[in-house]
């Protein structure tokens, strides 16, 4: 199981971290990815990160602007956000890969969470 969670409400510039709680015998030894959909729009990669840590990819969109963390002995994934932008406003999903390494792929993705809200105002 996966709960994500940090959502809220912020102004332009602003930041968040979204937190992405899950048991250890979805997400351990695998990778784990960030999603988000936006309003009227398909759901879309944002970042990734391999079971240790050590790999982490971005879409060009936040690229510079987001980082994706993990604490294993927490079994936990964080999405650190700054610089946040109305387009930022979506619904943010966490998902555990089917391996051990993130994919901007969906398909990639076994286990996914309930989506957490964000809303950046302008």
């Known amino acids: 199981q996966l709960q994500a969670s940090g959502g809220g409400l912020v102004q332009a510039g602003g930041s968040l971290r979204l937190s992405c709680a899950a048991s250890?015998?979805?997400?351990?030894?695998?990778?784990m990815g960030w999603f988000r959909r936006a309003p009227g729009k398909e759901r879309e990669f944002v970042a990734g990160i391999s079971w240790n840590g050590a790999s982490t990819t971005y879409a060009d969109s936040v690229k510079g602007r987001f980082t994706v963390s993990r604490d294993r002995a927490k079994n936990t994934v964080y999405l650190q956000m700054s610089s946040l932008k109305p387009e930022d406003t979506a619904v943010y999903y966490c998902?555990?890969?089917?391996?051990?390494?993130?994919?901007?792929?969906?398909?990639?993705?076994?286990?996914w969470g309930e989506g957490t809200l964000v809303t950046v105002s302008s």
């Open positions: 250890r015998r979805t997400s351990s030894n695998n990778g």
């Open positions: 998902a555990t890969s089917r391996t051990s390494y993130s994919s901007s792929n969906y398909s990639r993705y076994n286990y």
